[in-house]
């Protein structure tokens, strides 16, 4: 998989990775600290989280069951919700576009780190789903 990285927000020391289906920020702290971020953020712009998944604990309880001992993450959460005017702005241009609803903003630690992210959308009015996205982490990382 090719990356392109590049670095925004010098001032926090954070570096952004574009890849082919998400983009991809570290975050300078624990993993607590950030899904505490993420969390605060989606709330603070008064969205609603309509679910957190909890896939690294997920991960991990089946592993056993599916005979692999392969650690993927340290820990992992998903945090999933929507914007009512962003999404009817979206599907009104294209009803297809509730393919990528509801949104999400994903944390998770490895052995390198904790990052934050969100995947790719593709160009024209999802474009504007992705900005609020990169806007709420930011926001989170700033925290």
């Known amino acids: 998989m090719r990356f392109l990285a590049f670095c925004i927000i010098p001032l926090f020391f954070t570096c952004a990775v574009k890849a082919q289906t998400a983009v991809l920020y570290n975050y300078e702290g624990s993993f607590d600290d950030a899904t505490f971020s993420v969390e605060d953020a989606i709330l603070g712009e008064g969205y609603v989280i309509d679910h957190v998944s909890h896939t690294g604990e997920m991960l991990s309880r089946t592993g056993k069951d599916l005979g692999t001992n392969v650690e993927i993450f340290k820990a992992a959460d998903i945090f999933l ?46 474009q504007i789903v992705q900005e609020l996205l990169s806007k709420i982490i930011v926001k989170a990382i700033k925290y």
């Open 81 to 126: 919700f929507c914007s009512a005017s962003i999404s009817r702005q979206v599907m009104e241009l294209d009803p297809l576009n509730i393919a990528h609803c509801p949104y999400n903003i994903f944390v998770f630690e490895d052995n390198i780190g904790v990052h934050i992210g969100h995947r790719t959308y593709p160009e024209g009015p999802m």
